[in-house]
């Protein structure tokens, strides 16, 4: 069982960057089983996913986000970031930290509660 | 990318009734296919993975199948608890992507 829990500011400005955190409880970091991924749903909009990271360092990206975001993990402090440059009212957002199951079909087991991240101009 | 055509946009249900959500997707993605369930407020919930495996703890009132690239996703003796947005998903290529989902209401 994984727990997570989605971190930092709720609003940000437009041009600036946005950065979150998603702690990690109840199963280790550095296990090979999951990749760690985000995914955020917009206003009216479906579920996009952001990008992911592995327990090797190894990241996949969305390419329509690609040249704007980087997925990193911090094993030490058990956590995974997310960092979006350059955001724009269209970045706003729910935003959830999900694990992606490498086997099973890659189900997304476990979800955060999401955090709402609203840029402003 | 491989789009997921999801229908209907809504629905809305009475206790008791059967609905079905329904996804096309635009190319095979085998089993590589979950469905979810998301309430306001809360963790997005996984409720079918594999096409059609009930995810552990989700009642058996949800059920899911394939056909070739067809997915469904069926709710029997619906509940009020079971007012939500349903998403399809596909994990076989990069970049994942979803349905457009389906808001369940009960009257």
């Known amino acids: 069982q994984v727990h997570l829990q989605e971190s930092g500011p709720g609003l940000v400005k437009s041009s600036q960057t946005l950065s979150l955190n998603c702690a990690v409880s109840g199963d280790s970091i550095n296990t090979g089983a999951y990749y760690w991924s985000w995914v955020r749903q917009t206003a009216g909009q479906g579920l996009e996913w952001i990008g992911r990271?592995?327990?090797?360092?190894?990241?996949a990206y969305n390419p329509s986000l690609q040249s704007r975001v980087t997925v990193s993990m911090d094993t030490s402090k058990r956590h995974f970031s997310l960092r979006l440059t350059s955001v724009t009212a269209a970045d706003t957002a729910m935003y959830y930290c999900?694990?992606?199951?490498?086997?099973?079909?890659?189900?997304?087991?476990?979800w955060g509660q999401g955090i709402l991240v609203t840029v402003s101009s | 990318d491989i789009q997921l055509t999801q229908s209907p946009p809504s629905l809305s249900a009475s206790v008791g009734d059967r609905v079905t959500i329904t996804c096309q997707a635009s190319e095979n993605i085998g089993n590589y296919f979950s469905w979810y369930q998301l309430k306001v407020g809360e963790a997005p919930k996984p409720l079918i993975y594999g096409a059609s495996s009930l995810q552990s703890g989700v009642p058996l009132r949800f059920s899911a199948y394939r056909l070739g690239t067809q997915y469904s996703l069926s709710i029997n003796n619906v509940q009020p608890e079971d007012s939500a947005i349903y998403f399809c998903q596909q994990t076989l290529n990069i970049p994942i992507t979803f349905g457009q989902g389906t808001r369940l209401d009960i009257k």
């Open positions: 990271v592995y327990s090797t360092g190894r990241t």
């Open positions: 999900a694990t992606q199951d490498r086997a099973n079909s890659g189900r997304f087991d476990f």
